[in-house]
């Protein structure tokens, strides 16, 4: 009986000693993950944290510490913030106000985890909520705790994001898609003028086989890969983005980021990381294809940290963002003004409204002058960075902010927006649902507010055709005429890459434009642009393909009715294929067919009939908001007799009709635009009832083109100098 007693005790000691020291062994492991993962949050390294933090909530999923921890670090991570609202929430049932972070044995969370249950809450879009866990923290905490300063903050922003959500403006958010996001961080793009060229910054792995490998180079920041600038060109037959390439001045063990590019492609601003926390800005010219030769832009830089720069598009304003002491709060918007001896001004803090005593960032004044878009992360915000929209008045100050409203801003951090040259399109960074990575770049369509300051531009490009890209040698000249001023010019070399090009032009001024190769003209055109007050563009695309550039087509018919011998050129030289010219407004549009687009015949003769035909015209001036005819009848008849004999001759014609207004005011019509384009809409009318009446076979004409313009000297109150204004006042038809 001794003997069994003693073999039972002898059983209960060993079973007992190996489940201690399985628990022992347990015990030991749990404390060395949990040091771990605390080891890595003081250091920042959240991403790292949360794995090894999921994996002690797994096992220990009662355990309110192990889960706050968990929520705490899925907060601060790039993907899962919303994650974190679940292990929060559990957590917020055992909390224990004596609690000390470094103690692996404790099982309760710190009071800290009502104000990060309430960011988590505001994360989800549910600001009462959010409130709520926020003031509990309040009452729970000391005054002098290190939070209470940005909860009260983040109760405002809260009470922002409310009013936001319940008004959404009528934006339209496209993803603009795989070819240029990834499923890592891609922010801060930056366009030109024209939407020809996209320039973005990525933490993805490097793919291009031409640059060194960012394979396992990570920052010791937050375990990412560094940032790199990438490049995407507009494809304007498809109207897509073509595969983004990486900037040649990237580094793969430092980082560098998109900041600004100049309205026409030709200096790229770039931000690149000095590895000690601060980091300068950085300029880089195009030559044909790629930038090359960055330099440090003097003007902006300093010990401090600047991480952000906009120019004007004529270059002589520049803003930029910097933390530099004096400022209104942590980072601000600062200006710079080109002196006349070339030189940059000192610099200016903008002040309020725009700085506030929190941060501003990622300014981009539109090539109107006048239109401002930053963010910041001040008590106007609905959560982080939110997009805000202000102008300069009459008296040179900045009209107080627009918050420019959910769904384009979130609760999240909203930056980098810019827009094209007409201000519809809208492209910016954010971390929408449904997104490919942690960040997405985003088109935002805007509606039809344009600027409001009067700016023109000349866009187009030069179409390769089946060459691979544009021949060199090709320089844009675009003179003034007004005024005689001959030596204004502006020089420019389209992208190789697509052939884009983009000028800003001013209303009311006559332009000459010529196209070179080798110093050789190989087109030019001449147009005055309308003194219209709004936005105003001008396409012009030129196709690669039938007539050599560096030629002039002198070929000539002698007889009317006579044949024309056409001949093959090879397309192995650089050609000239098609021409076309469009004005938005006024849809005109002009095309040279190349040899191929023509009807042949058996023997290889292209055979039509031409007629040597005067084209016949009619115009009339009008007083204030006059139109039709009038007592210009007779006048009227004789030129419809004129356009029966085209018919006869040719067997169809052709109508160009151009209403016009001066920029005298007027009631009737509302604006002048609209005075203008009644104009051209009743000639319209007149001129088919007139043909009809005649028993003139109306599908015999086509109207080419319409344009409603609205011209002259800049109105000055003085009306009734007639003589000044009625040259403008009209209505013109030609047919030919």
Same mark, same amino acid.
């Given at each position: 009986?001794? @003997?069994?007693?003693?073999?039972?005790?002898?059983?209960?000691?060993?079973?007992?000693?190996?489940?201690?020291?399985?628990?022992?062994?347990?015990?030991?492991?749990?404390?060395?993950?949990?040091?771990?993962?605390?080891? @890595?949050?003081?250091?920042?390294?959240?991403?790292?944290?949360?794995?090894? +933090?999921?994996?002690?909530?797994?096992?220990?999923?009662?355990?309110?510490?192990?889960?706050?921890?968990? &929520?705490?670090?899925?907060?601060?991570?790039?993907?899962?913030?919303?994650?974190?609202?679940?292990?929060?929430?559990?957590?917020?049932?055992?909390?224990?106000?004596?609690?000390?972070?470094?103690?692996?044995?404790?099982?309760?969370?710190?009071?800290?985890?009502?104000?990060?249950?309430?960011?988590?809450?505001?994360?989800?879009?549910?600001?009462?909520? =959010?409130?709520?866990?926020?003031?509990?923290?309040?009452?729970?905490?000391?005054?002098?705790?290190?939070?209470?300063?940005?909860?009260?903050?983040?109760?405002?922003?809260?009470?922002?994001?409310?009013?936001?959500?319940?008004?959404?403006?009528?934006?339209?958010?496209?993803? *603009?898609?795989?070819?240029?996001?990834?499923?890592?961080?891609?922010?801060?793009?930056?366009?030109?003028?024209?939407?020809?060229?996209?320039?973005?910054?990525?933490?993805?792995?490097? !793919?291009?086989?031409?640059?060194?490998?960012?394979?396992?180079?990570?920052?010791?920041?937050?375990?990412?890969?560094?940032?790199?600038?990438?490049?995407?060109?507009?494809?304007?037959?498809?109207?897509?983005?073509?595969?983004?390439?990486?900037?040649?001045?990237?580094?793969?063990?430092?980082? %560098?980021?998109?900041?600004?590019?100049?309205?026409?492609? %030709?200096?790229?601003?770039?931000?690149?990381?000095?590895?000690?926390?601060? &980091?300068?800005?950085?300029?880089?010219?195009?030559?044909? *294809?790629?930038?090359?030769?960055?330099?440090?832009?003097? =003007?902006?830089?300093?010990? =401090?940290?600047?991480?952000?720069?906009?120019?004007?598009?004529?270059?002589?304003?520049?803003?930029?963002?910097?933390?530099?002491?004096?400022?209104?709060?942590?980072?601000?918007?600062?200006?710079?003004?080109?002196?006349?001896?070339?030189? +940059?001004? %000192?610099?200016?803090?903008?002040?309020?409204?725009?700085?506030?005593?929190?941060?501003?960032?990622?300014?981009?004044?539109?090539?109107?002058?006048?239109?401002?878009?930053?963010?910041?992360?001040?008590?106007?915000?609905?959560?982080?960075?939110?997009?805000?929209?202000?102008?300069?008045?009459?008296?040179?100050?900045?009209?107080?902010?627009?918050?420019?409203?959910?769904?384009?801003?979130?609760?999240?951090?909203?930056?980098?927006?810019?827009?094209?040259?007409?201000?519809?399109?809208?492209?910016?960074?954010?971390?929408?649902?449904?997104?490919?990575?942690?960040?997405?770049?985003?088109?935002?369509?805007?509606?039809? $507010?344009?600027?409001?300051?009067?700016?023109?531009?000349?866009?187009?490009?030069? $179409?390769?055709?089946?060459?691979?890209?544009?021949?060199?040698?090709?320089?844009? +000249?675009?003179?003034?005429?007004?005024?005689?001023?001959?030596?204004?010019?502006?020089?420019?070399?389209?992208?190789?890459?697509?052939?884009?090009?983009? #000028?800003?032009?001013?209303?009311?001024?006559?332009?000459?434009?010529?196209?070179?190769?080798?110093?050789?003209?190989?087109?030019?055109?001449?147009?005055?642009?309308?003194?219209?007050?709004?936005?105003?563009?001008?396409?012009?695309?030129? !196709?690669?393909?039938?007539?050599?550039?560096?030629?002039?087509?002198?070929?000539?018919?002698?007889?009317?009715?006579?044949?024309?011998?056409?001949?093959?050129?090879?397309?192995?030289?650089?050609?000239?294929?098609?021409?076309?010219?469009?004005?938005?407004?006024?849809?005109? %549009?002009?095309?040279?067919?190349?040899?191929?687009?023509?009807?042949?015949?058996?023997?290889?003769?292209?055979?039509?009939?031409?007629?040597?035909?005067?084209?016949?015209?009619?115009?009339?001036?009008?007083?204030?908001?006059?139109?039709?005819?009038?007592?210009?009848?007779?006048? #009227?008849?004789?030129?419809?007799?004129?356009?029966?004999?085209?018919?006869?001759?040719?067997?169809?014609?052709?109508?160009?009709?151009?209403?016009?207004?001066?920029?005298?005011?007027?009631?009737?019509?509302?604006?002048?635009?609209?005075?203008?384009?009644?104009?051209?809409?009743?000639?319209?009318?007149?001129?088919?009832?007139?043909?009809?009446?005649?028993?003139?076979?109306?599908?015999?004409?086509?109207?080419?083109?319409?344009?409603?313009?609205?011209?002259?000297?800049?109105?000055?109150?003085?009306? @009734?100098?007639?003589?000044?204004?009625?040259?403008?006042?009209?209505?013109?038809?030609?047919?030919?």
């Amino acid at each position: 009986m001794k @003997l069994k007693f003693l073999i039972f005790a002898l059983t209960i000691l060993i079973t007992d000693s190996l489940y201690s020291q399985e628990e022992s062994k347990d015990k030991s492991e749990f404390k060395e993950k949990f040091e771990a993962a605390n080891s @890595l949050m003081d250091d920042n390294f959240h991403e790292f944290a949360k794995e090894i +933090w999921l994996e002690l909530v797994k096992e220990n999923p009662e355990n309110a510490n192990i889960n706050y921890k968990t &929520g705490y670090c899925l907060l601060k991570s790039a993907n899962n913030k919303k994650d974190a609202f679940s292990y929060l929430n559990f957590a917020k049932n055992n909390v224990n106000e004596r609690y000390f972070p470094l103690d692996y044995s404790l099982e309760t969370a710190p009071i800290e985890v009502y104000y990060y249950l309430g960011k988590s809450f505001h994360l989800n879009y549910k600001p009462d909520s =959010a409130i709520f866990y926020f003031n509990k923290f309040i009452e729970s905490s000391g005054k002098k705790h290190f939070l209470k300063e940005l909860v009260y903050h983040d109760i405002k922003q809260c009470e922002i994001a409310k009013k936001q959500l319940a008004n959404p403006k009528n934006y339209t958010l496209e993803n *603009i898609g795989d070819i240029i996001n990834s499923s890592y961080s891609d922010f801060s793009p930056v366009i030109t003028a024209d939407e020809s060229m996209l320039f973005f910054t990525s933490r993805r792995l490097r !793919t291009d086989t031409n640059q060194v490998s960012n394979r396992g180079i990570y920052s010791p920041q937050d375990g990412k890969h560094f940032e790199d600038v990438y490049v995407s060109y507009k494809n304007f037959k498809t109207n897509q983005w073509d595969t983004p390439e990486l900037a040649d001045f990237n580094r793969p063990n430092s980082n %560098q980021a998109t900041v600004s590019v100049s309205a026409d492609g %030709q200096f790229l601003y770039f931000y690149k990381d000095d590895n000690q926390g601060n &980091g300068d800005i950085y300029i880089s010219e195009r030559d044909d *294809i790629n930038f090359y030769s960055p330099k440090k832009l003097a =003007a902006v830089n300093s010990p =401090a940290w600047e991480t952000h720069v906009t120019t004007s598009i004529d270059g002589n304003k520049m803003y930029f963002v910097s933390d530099r002491e004096g400022g209104y709060g942590g980072r601000d918007i600062y200006r710079l003004v080109k002196l006349p001896n070339g030189e +940059w001004s %000192q610099p200016l803090n903008v002040g309020p409204p725009i700085n506030t005593p929190f941060d501003e960032d990622s300014p981009f004044l539109h090539p109107d002058g006048k239109t401002f878009y930053y963010s910041s992360n001040g008590e106007q915000s609905m959560g982080g960075f939110d997009i805000f929209h202000t102008e300069l008045n009459e008296e040179g100050k900045w009209t107080t902010p627009i918050n420019m409203g959910y769904p384009l801003n979130t609760v999240e951090d909203d930056l980098y927006f810019t827009t094209n040259a007409d201000g519809k399109n809208g492209y910016y960074a954010s971390s929408h649902e449904g997104g490919y990575g942690e960040k997405d770049i985003y088109k935002v369509l805007l509606g039809d $507010d344009k600027p409001s300051e009067p700016l023109a531009i000349l866009k187009g490009y030069i $179409d390769p055709g089946s060459l691979p890209q544009i021949p060199a040698g090709i320089v844009i +000249w675009v003179y003034d005429l007004t005024d005689g001023n001959e030596d204004l010019f502006q020089q420019y070399t389209p992208n190789r890459r697509n052939g884009s090009y983009v #000028f800003s032009l001013i209303p009311c001024h006559e332009y000459l434009v010529e196209y070179t190769q080798n110093e050789e003209i190989f087109y030019s055109t001449e147009f005055t642009l309308p003194c219209e007050s709004n936005y105003q563009e001008i396409n012009k695309v030129i !196709t690669i393909g039938g007539i050599p550039l560096n030629e002039k087509d002198t070929s000539s018919v002698d007889d009317a009715n006579s044949e024309t011998t056409t001949s093959t050129v090879e397309n192995s030289e650089d050609y000239i294929d098609s021409e076309t010219t469009t004005t938005t407004d006024e849809g005109h %549009q002009d095309d040279i067919y190349s040899e191929e687009d023509m009807p042949h015949c058996e023997d290889g003769i292209t055979r039509e009939d031409i007629y040597d035909i005067e084209p016949v015209s009619f115009q009339i001036f009008y007083g204030y908001n006059e139109k039709g005819i009038g007592s210009e009848k007779e006048r #009227f008849n004789k030129f419809i007799e004129g356009i029966d004999e085209i018919i006869k001759t040719a067997g169809d014609v052709k109508i160009e009709l151009e209403g016009s207004a001066s920029t005298v005011p007027t009631r009737s019509y509302q604006n002048n635009k609209n005075l203008a384009a009644q104009r051209t809409l009743n000639a319209k009318e007149i001129l088919k009832k007139k043909l009809i009446a005649l028993g003139i076979d109306i599908s015999k004409f086509t109207i080419v083109s319409e344009n409603s313009l609205v011209q002259g000297p800049r109105y000055q109150g003085d009306y @009734l100098n007639k003589s000044k204004y009625s040259k403008y006042q009209y209505i013109k038809i030609t047919a030919f």
